[in-house]
């Protein structure tokens, strides 16, 4: 179990009220933020606490996997140089007994802050660069103790949030604007809509390419999911939505997997595992073949949807 | 590859405008009948004429696996004495280019009539008692001929019509008229809604009896599926639908077959298999080792509800 301290900054209001926390995957000018890395890190059950308007009143736990989301509406112009493309990460938060200041506090506080990537500037002051930032049991026991919190209660009374629960919110309002768009004829709209669900177009063009299911061999067109590999719900253009070099004819179980970021492939056909599945998950899933044989080469065209999905949906 | 006649009788407007056919499952007084269990045999690709006003005006392709459905709305007061509770199978209809009475041609169709279950009677006019009715290749050339319809043609022309997407439509319809029900109050809903996709207290009823896929042993709670087994759509009351004892733990690949009813489990631990399912997709759904050793014993009141399932859910 890890502990977060997450710095709101403009978007506090949107993300406590919503039960999340929002942040793009890069910074502005494209380089990498280990504040945003830390968001691909958390996991169901581990806790953050709130900071926002120089105070801690919330605490949450993270109550789902992270989920590659575009930027949430009711952002509005907040945050308009950021990229659109971000990680969602499901929180359930609890106002805290006894909210307060850091700052007043900031002699019991500073010897507990992290080296690198600190919340707090020295002075007390919130950090202006951080957003999500890892902090050790030592400072998290510390601020329980200054706001009258039990860490151990909030931890067991969230609800779980399925990935599922995520991504369908958020590719129902994308839907909702395909359906408004006025640049796009009505068979257009219904091939996107029915690419959402791995059906029509997408699904025939994922089929004049892939047969089977790489990994587990079932060839059932039945059962099998006509999977994206970069989603559905970040595609940047109705191509991508609908290229079938951007999917898989996967098993149930391995759409799955893959949908959630568990298990990811390579170009020349090795399978990646995610380090949060025991031998036991693996086994039953049935990857065995496939960790042992690998799945098969990918095109040109389908590595560098399968370099998205490395980078961008694998949660390693 | 089956062919079909459907005698509408009071519903075919309902089920040509709505791309399908709904039977009861049992007659009024609750005896088996042989039109209604031609329903549950029904398989994507098959033919059907459609026999309305004494005319055959529409032919169409079964565009899906027959799905356990209550009566459609849209069906109003008409057949107010069937049980609430049938098969629909999805179709999807063409205009016969010449509509014709099969009366007027009855001394050409008498000869290739079914000698048991037949649309016709002797005389040519409709089987009252009818509702769906197979019938022999011969008969159905027979028609295209007199129909100028093409089989070939119709059978290419068709999209599949997956399962999901006529439980979801069902099931929507419910999930509102549970929203609208003043005699709940909103944690009821909620719990029913939840239930829905296997999550909230009906997940947590089933998690105090099962653990793990009884078919994979797939053991990881962020994968497993809480899978109704007497299907939520069909349950006749709150309880049935938070009922831990009417659900199993199943792996993704597991839930979507024997929510199909493309499997089925024994009380004593035996699962049975749908004859459509080839040796090789058996494999690859990882179903050998429990069609060899079994998926263990099931308690008293989980035989109820996979007594239903056998009934009424698993295709056979």
Known sequence: MNYYWVNHNQTARQEL???????????????RSQFYEFMREARPGDSVVS??????????????????????????NIGSYWSNEGWYVPVSWSEVPRPFRPK?????????????????????NGNQKA???????????????????????SAGSYE?????????????QIEHKIGED??????????????????GKFRRNVEKIENACRVTGLADARLLVASHIKPWRVCETAAERLDGANGL??????????DIGLISFKGEGEIVVSE????????????????????????????????YHLKSVFLG
């Open 182 to 199: 006025e640049s796009m004829d009505q068979t257009e709209k219904e091939a996107l809509i029915k690419a959402r669900r791995g059906q």
């Open 160 to 172: 779980a949030v399925e990935p599922e629960d995520i991504t369908r919110a958020i590719e129902d």
């Open 17 to 31: 009220e919503g039960g999340y926390l929002w942040s793009p995957k890069l910074e502005s000018n494209g380089s």
């Open 51 to 76: 900071y926002a308007g120089q105070l801690i009143s919330n605490v949450g736990v993270v109550a789902g996997f992270p989920v590659s989301a575009p930027k949430p509406e009711e952002f509005g």
């Open 276 to 307: 949060t599945l025991s031998k036991q998950t693996i086994t039953s899933l049935g990857l065995l073949p496939a960790l042992r044989d690998g799945v098969g080469r990918f095109s040109g065209r389908q590595c560098e949807y399968l370099d």
């Open 249 to 258: 004819l996967l098993s149930p179980q391995i759409d799955k997997v893959f």
């Open 131 to 153: 957003y999500l930032s890892k902090i050790n049991s030592a400072l998290m026991n510390r601020l329980a103790t200054l706001g009258q919190f039990a860490l151990a209660d």
């Open 104 to 124: 007043l506090h900031i002699e019991q506080i500073r010897p507990l802050l992290p080296e690198r990537y600190s919340p707090l500037q020295e002075s007390g």
